[in-house]
Structures are given as C-alpha cells and as structure tokens.
C-alpha cells in the first residue's frame, strides 16, 4: 500500500510561483512512478507530469511545458511539483499519484492523494 499527502497549495497572483509537496509512504513509493493530476471545476481530469521511481526521467503535458517542474527527494519520500509563471487557467485541484506502470491515463494511477487546491488570480 501507499499513501499519499499532498501539500503547498494556495491563492497566487498570475505569474507567481507556488510548489507542491507529496509525501508518500510505503516502501513501493521509492520505486513508484509518482505524478500529478489536476481537475478544474466543470472539467475533466487532467494529466500535468509524472516522475519515475529513480527521478531521472519526466514527462509532461503540452500546457505546462517549460512552466512546471518535477522532482523528487527518496531520502524524504516526497515528490515535488514546481510550479512557475502561474495562470489563471493553471487554477484546479491538484493531485499526487503512483503507480507501478507508466501512463499519462488517470485510470493507470492506482494510489492517488486528497488533493490540494491551487487557485491563481488575474
């Protein structure tokens, strides 16, 4: 089993930058691709990034390329998610997953967190 915390969240300014915390324990988290998800009111669940167990390896979605940042500390079993030159449409919850298989499919994640609300004001 794993579980994950997410932490960080909050109200920014466009522009601002904000980081993501999600603490997981569980010795499989060490190994675990670790990523991010967020849903907007009214919208559908999105894929943001993820992270492999070893860190070295990241993916990201098309709307926060170059913006967002990945990484993680296994020494604290926490993943991290940088989050740069914030907009208003970047405003959603954010949750922290894992699994033990690569996807970008929200159906892949098997352990997810209760989520951490980022709003980001015009």
């Known amino acids: 089993q794993v579980q994950l915390v997410e932490s960080g969240g909050g109200l920014v300014r466009a522009g601002a930058s904000l980081r993501l915390s999600c603490s997981g324990s569980?010795?499989?988290?060490?190994?675990?691709?670790v990523g991010w998800f967020r849903q907007a009111p009214g919208k559908k669940r999105e894929f943001v990034g993820f992270t492999n167990g070893g860190g070295w390896m990241t993916q990201y979605a098309d709307s926060v390329k170059g913006r967002f940042t990945i990484s993680r500390d296994n020494n604290k079993n926490t993943v991290y998610l940088q989050m740069n030159t914030l907009k208003p449409e970047d405003t959603a919850e954010y949750y922290c997953?894992?699994?033990?298989?690569?996807?970008?499919?929200?159906?892949?994640?098997?352990?997810w967190g209760q989520g951490t609300q980022v709003i980001v004001s015009s």
């Open positions: 997953v894992a699994s033990d298989v690569i996807s970008t499919q929200a159906n892949m994640y098997t352990f």
């Open positions: 569980g010795r499989a988290f060490l190994s675990y691709f």
